[in-house]
């Protein structure tokens, strides 16, 4: 079922939405549901990946077996240069593992938003997941 919304929008939002719309051949409502569509996709995609971080680092954390990202990345550049390498070696280290510098909720939907200021250390989880932070959204 289809209902009725009424969107306030500034002027200079109109203008710019009227440019595009002109240009794209769409109607101004073909053109707000889609991007209200595309938009509500990818918060979807990004809660679903949140989510899937906050998992990886909870198994991190429980498990507390981890790779150093530096072992990782030589590894992994020796390989695409084809030299031959060696694997880095997990290991039990749980003082690698640090608390992100921000995990909050948004408002509405309750799904996890994760942020991130600065580096707090390069650690990989075992399974090749990013088990110590998150990023700025």
Do not use: W
């Not at 500034?10 to 051949?25: M, N, W, Y």
């Not at 899937?52 to 954390?61: G, Y």
């Not at 990202?69 to 290991?91: I, N, Q």
Request: a positive charge; glycine letters at 10%.
């Amino acid at each position: 079922m289809t209902g009725t919304t009424t969107l306030r929008l500034s002027d200079e939002l109109k203008a710019r939405i009227a440019l595009v719309v002109r240009q794209s051949g769409k109607s101004t409502h073909a053109f707000m549901v889609e991007a209200l569509e595309l938009k509500t996709h990818l918060a979807q995609r990004r809660s679903a990946f949140v989510a899937d971080a906050l998992r990886a680092r909870a198994a991190v954390v429980r498990d507390g077996f981890v790779l150093d990202a530096d072992e990782v990345f030589d590894y992994l550049k020796a390989r695409a240069d084809g030299r031959p390498a060696r694997k880095p070696t997990s290991r039990s280290d749980s003082s690698a593992i640090r608390e992100p510098a921000c995990i909050e909720r948004t408002s509405g939907s309750g799904a996890a938003r994760a942020g991130r200021s600065g580096t707090a250390g390069r650690i990989f989880a075992a399974g090749g997941r990013y088990g110590d932070g998150c990023r700025n959204a």
